[in-house]
């Protein structure tokens, strides 16, 4: 049997650049600001903590390579979108924002909070900690959901 475009089932215009940015805002979120900076440069915590170091570190590794998948999907997603139609920016960066946003929130609420898996710093009051992680979080997502509705009518 060949595969024809016909054969293909449609996307609706838009979703590409929405799933790309949102999967590029993710991975970012994931691989530059959590896993570079808090586990890497300040080595504040690693994706795993509960149990010994070299564990800790394996489970780095594992969430490095998940996360930078994240990152290249969405760049795919985007070039594959900008050969099918105009790239509306606006909504790309909306949905980059969104996406931030989202996984910053699912890792504070489940990973942190739910599951235990990890806390942003030890041996410090973590109120402040989880304030600014989980209140950055909040507006990023805020920002993009908003930008996302503005710019879905010229989409």
């Known amino acids: ?4 475009a016909a054969s293909v089932p449609a996307v609706r215009p838009g979703r590409r650049l929405l799933a790309s940015g949102l999967l590029f805002g993710a ?10 900076i ?4 300040l080595q504040w915590h690693h994706f795993y903590d509960l149990s010994t170091l070299e564990v800790a570190l394996a489970a780095d590794g594992l969430f490095h390579a998940v996360a930078w998948g994240m990152t290249v999907a969405g760049l795919f997603l985007l070039a594959d979108a900008a050969r099918r139609e105009r790239i509306a920016w606006g909504r790309w960066w909306g ?3 969104a ?3 989202g996984f910053q929130l699912l890792d504070a609420a489940v990973l942190h ?8 710093r030890y041996d410090v009051d973590l109120l402040p900690y989880d304030l600014a992680w989980s209140g950055s979080a909040v507006i990023a997502l805020v920002v993009g959901v908003v930008i996302l509705r503005r710019t879905r009518r010229r989409a």
């Open 1 to 4: 049997m060949t595969s024809t």
């Open 27 to 36: 991975g970012v979120a994931a691989s530059v600001i959590d896993l570079l």
């Open 38 to 41: 808090f586990h890497l440069l």
């Open 95 to 97: 949905a980059v924002l």
């Open 99 to 101: 996406g931030l946003g």
């Open 113 to 120: 909070k739910l599951l235990g898996l990890h806390q942003i």
